[in-house]
Nanobody, 114 residues
Framework: VQLQASGGGLVQAEGSLRLSCAASGIIFSIHAMGWYRQAPGKQRELVAAITSGGMTNYADSVKGRFTISRDNAKNTVYLQMNSLKPEDTAVYYC?????????WGQGTQVTVSS
């Protein structure tokens, strides 16, 4: 199983980034997908998640600014991040979940400068 995250980088405050996570080795369409982040010295936290049926939920801190979506034909989940803030700086990870099975990708660094 591979979850390949990409799209991170350095952006100024109020800017935008789009993260992508391409999955292989799983039946993507039946998995719930999520984006998590971990800032230095902090615990990993859920940012956004999308079920196999397309239902979404977001951390309060990103509601209205971030959008998670999925393309089952491309086995890819996206995180569109708008109006970025310095406090969004973290390593972002994608994850896939089905029942008791959880898979994690490598992280992608997002740095937001003020």
């Amino acid at each position: 199983v591979q979850l390949q995250a990409s799209g991170g980088g350095l952006v100024q405050a109020e800017g935008s980034l789009r993260l992508s996570c391409a999955a292989s080795g799983i039946i993507f369409s039946i998995h719930a997908m999520g984006w998590y982040r971990q800032a230095p010295g902090k615990q990993r936290e859920l940012v956004a998640a999308i079920t196999s049926g397309g239902m979404t939920n977001y951390a309060d801190s990103v509601k209205g600014r971030f959008t998670i979506s999925r393309d089952n034909a491309k086995n890819t989940v996206y995180l569109q991040m708008n109006s970025l803030k310095p406090e969004d700086t973290a390593v972002y990870y994608c994850a896939a979940e089905f029942g008791s099975r959880n898979y994690w990708g490598q992280g992608t660094q997002v740095t937001v400068s003020s």
